[in-house]
């Protein structure tokens, strides 16, 4: 009797084997092009040299720095088909009945299918790792080790593997492969998007909301496909792999138990089991209304009455679509009863925010909790991003008092063209407390005034200061012309006279904001690739020891500066044929009319001090071209407002 159980279980095992072959199959040959074929296409040593075929040295592993979207596409799609053929039977009366009449249990025919899967999935990744191993020491650059092999396959591995379990589970509650497929890369999605989307739709309403922060490491480590986009950067910590095999177990278990109770009789039903058909419902029509209401509040900005429709509209066409899934049948029955029910529970939703969002709005650390604090610009490059925190008490006290300053005063709020700031404390306590702002231009530069002059603040945020070891620079670039300051000595001076205007400047408004009359452009100090990356530093017109050691070495030529100004054009507010024709300006002859040039010392002055760089002709009534002797572009862009115009402005472009 064993003997004839056995041998069942063997034919079982080798028929479902068979009708994933092709899968085997194409899953293999998809691998073998993506890596092995095409490190062999690029193992020719001109295509490093001209072609750019860089591996990057940064990343942990070398296999998966080879075309890692690909890789990934791959990773993404065989698992999900391998899984949906292995329980396609499960859509099928006849087939269902067919397999249930078997002489084994239901759990017997579920860990064949999890046996097959995982053999077939691992066959294509040992194949093309032994295709790579024999490759290498035919590569004139081999830019992965015998290690990094095998570590490639033991990742992939578990990837794969994650992705499979996954999409089993899924199958075990739905009772169509297209729905079994739309459904596992829903489920994949939606939950943490979701929260992002109730996130987004929330600071329209909440002020401080840390938005940015929040929706980063939720799209990043909340969902597994992202996660994996960033994987050769960020590999996986052991934490991790704890989390996604715990996942793993328990998604294994639910799939026996949803297996061991889905009735034979379910193939007719989109969703097997009326709970997850409610879960499906109503989780999907909240995810529509999200996107619809954020949607209208953007292209609206911010008013509540089309926030609304948008809520409606979408809820309404989501649960409408989804009724139709369910019902299988474009002839609905619209079940209203459901929908009120819906509406007044997503109403009832907004008493519990609107009180949490208005004690999370108001709240301000006293000095005595926080340990640290950091203020910068949301949009700051990495230099500024990775510049630390100040733990000063009176740094920490200005900037507590500039927070509560923007909570305070809603007017300096401008939630659509304000400059974002982000204020995040680190607590005695072990907390962190983030909030985040879009606060008008001018309000925040009277608010960090004094904030910008603290040597605590300059000492953490000026990248000059991340400049420890001279002896690892290798040149600096200097604003302008590209001209380089490669001598060491010479290097230390420039290091020295920046570090002065650094410490001995007031607080410009462009050491916060970023851009502004002042600003000149950015030195670039480079180190061995091996150590860092570049690290930029602004220059500003009040850099007066910079300026004048440039000049004395010969580095000035280069510099918007009002010695180099050549001349200047002026032009009013544009339309869009208007800012077309300004992408193709070789000279003056190709400035659009009406406008104004000057070449006259004064004048040219007079419009270099009330200017403000204005790169995309937006922002500003007057549009300004100034041109600059040795500047490697003829014209550099800025801008004023018309109340701001000169009177000899005022009379050659009047603005109505």
Do not use: C
Request: hydrophobic letters at 45%.
């Amino acid at each position: 009797m064993k003997s004839g159980i056995l041998s069942l279980n063997k034919a079982l095992f080798q028929q479902q084997l068979r009708s994933i072959s092709w899968i085997t199959i194409f899953f293999t040959l998809a691998l073998i092009v993506v890596l092995p074929l095409a490190i062999l296409v690029k193992n020719y040593p001109e295509e490093y040299i001209f072609q750019g075929f860089h591996i990057s040295s940064g990343g942990f592993n070398g296999v998966f720095n080879f075309y890692i979207q690909f890789q990934l596409v791959i990773y993404t799609t065989f698992p999900v088909l391998l899984s949906i053929i292995l329980v396609n039977y499960t859509t099928k009366k006849a087939a269902t009945d067919f397999m249930h009449s078997l002489p084994f249990t239901r759990q017997t025919v579920l860990n064949i299918n999890y046996l097959v899967g995982a053999l077939t999935l691992l066959f294509p990744l040992i194949l093309t790792a032994g295709l790579m191993a024999i490759l290498r020491p035919f590569l004139y650059f081999p830019f992965y080790s015998w290690m990094e092999i095998v570590e490639w396959v033991a990742i992939s591995y578990f990837i794969v593997l994650v992705i499979f379990i996954f999409t089993m589970t899924i199958g075990m509650f739905v009772g169509n492969s297209l729905l079994h497929a739309g459904l596992t890369y829903l489920s994949i999605y939606v939950p943490a998007t979701t929260v992002a989307l109730v996130l987004l739709n929330m600071h329209y309403y909440v002020n401080g909301l840390a938005l940015f922060t929040y929706t980063k490491k939720l799209m990043v480590n909340g969902i597994f496909f992202v996660r994996l986009f960033v994987l050769p950067d960020r590999p996986f910590t052991g934490f991790e792999y704890v989390i996604y095999t715990l996942i793993a177990a328990v998604l294994v278990v639910i799939s026996y138990i949803a297996y061991a109770k889905r009735p034979s009789e379910a193939t007719d039903q989109s969703i097997v089991f009326p709970f997850f058909r409610h879960v499906f419902l109503y989780g999907l029509t909240f995810f529509a209304m999200l996107v619809a209401g954020f949607f209208f509040s953007e292209i609206r900005q911010n008013t509540l009455a089309w926030t609304i429709v948008g809520y409606v509209l979408g809820a309404f066409i989501a649960y409408t679509v989804l009724q139709m899934i369910l019902q299988k049948t474009l002839h609905l029955v619209w079940p209203w009863k459901g929908f009120i029910a819906y509406g007044v529970s997503v109403a009832l939703l907004i008493i519990p925010i609107n009180i949490v969002g208005g004690v999370y709005a108001k709240e301000v650390p006293n000095v005595s909790e926080v340990e640290s604090v950091e203020l910068r610009n949301l949009h700051a490059g990495v230099e500024w991003m990775n510049a630390g925190s100040m733990m000063n008490d009176e740094s920490i006290e200005q900037v507590i008092n500039i927070h509560q300053a923007v909570v305070a005063d809603q007017d300096i709020s401008s939630r659509f063209d304000g400059t974002p700031i982000v204020i995040n404390y680190k607590l005695k306590n072990g907390n962190s407390l983030i909030r985040e702002y879009s606060v008008d231009r001018n309000h925040l530069e009277t608010l960090t005034e004094d904030l910008r002059i603290n040597e605590e603040f300059k000492k953490t945020y000026e990248p000059i200061f991340k400049i420890k070891n001279h002896t690892d620079l290798t040149y600096v670039e200097v604003p302008g012309l590209n001209q380089r300051v490669a001598e060491l000595d010479k290097i230390e001076e420039l290091v020295k006279v920046i570090k002065q205007d650094v410490t001995d400047v007031t607080a410009s408004p462009s050491r916060f904001i970023f851009v502004g009359s002042e600003y000149i452009g950015d030195f670039y100090f480079n180190f061995d690739v091996e150590i860092n990356e570049p690290i930029p530093v602004p220059m500003y017109s009040d850099y007066t020891n910079t300026i004048t050691w440039l000049k004395e070495n010969g580095y000035s030529e280069g510099l918007t500066i009002p010695e180099n100004l050549i001349s200047i054009a002026v032009l009013p507010s544009m339309d869009d044929e208007m800012r077309g024709k300004m992408g193709i300006i070789y000279g003056a002859e190709d400035i659009p009319d009406p406008k104004y040039i000057t070449t006259e010392d004064e004048e040219m002055m007079t419009l270099y001090d009330l200017s403000e760089l204005d790169s995309d002709l937006l922002e500003s009534d007057y549009t300004v071209l100034m041109q600059f002797s040795g500047e490697t572009m003829d014209y550099r862009t800025y801008g004023f407002n018309k109340e701001d115009a000169p009177d000899f402005i005022k009379e050659a472009l009047p603005l109505p």
